[in-house]
């Protein structure tokens, strides 16, 4: 998983799906409507008139930096095949949805790459459920996110729900 942000970027250059700056704009072609301008959307969210989030606009404008990497891709073809032996039809992996608890608004700006964590089960074509623990001890939410092998969705969400009922599923955060 060490790799999971450089897998995830090739995957997305590698696809064919249309672009983030695309599924911005609301419409799935660029005959429907034009993707996002993100370097005008920047300007516009600095300006506090902007519909979009900074980390979507900050993702539009890497967008184009990323490359199909062969040898990513043969990691991710890879890491799906080992994952897929491990889980069979009826395992499950616990993986956690981020490295450190909670973070408080705009915080994760800081620390962008920790989309890895939920963003490598994307590529890897994978059910994943997220499933809510409680709270730490600083009264921020606990999560954890629950894998399966493909097409046993049904896992997932059976485990998470007998996690849930286990550990008190979600909890309103603290107010502090």
Known sequence: ??????????????????????EMSGAMSAEEQPPVNCAAEL????????????PAIGLGLLEGLGRADAKAIAMCDSLKRELCELLNDDGVLLYPSHPLPAVYHNQ????????AYTAIFNVLGVPVTQCPLGLSTEGLPLGVQVVAGPHNDHISLAVAQELEKAFGGWVKPNAN
């Open 1 to 22: 998983m060490k790799y999971s942000v450089q897998i995830w970027t090739s995957m997305m250059a590698a696809s064919d799906s249309p672009s983030f700056k695309q």
């Open 108 to 115: 994760s700006l800081f620390v962008m790459h920790n989309f």
């Open 43 to 54: 300007l516009r969210w600095a300006l506090g008139s902007s519909h979009h989030t900074l």
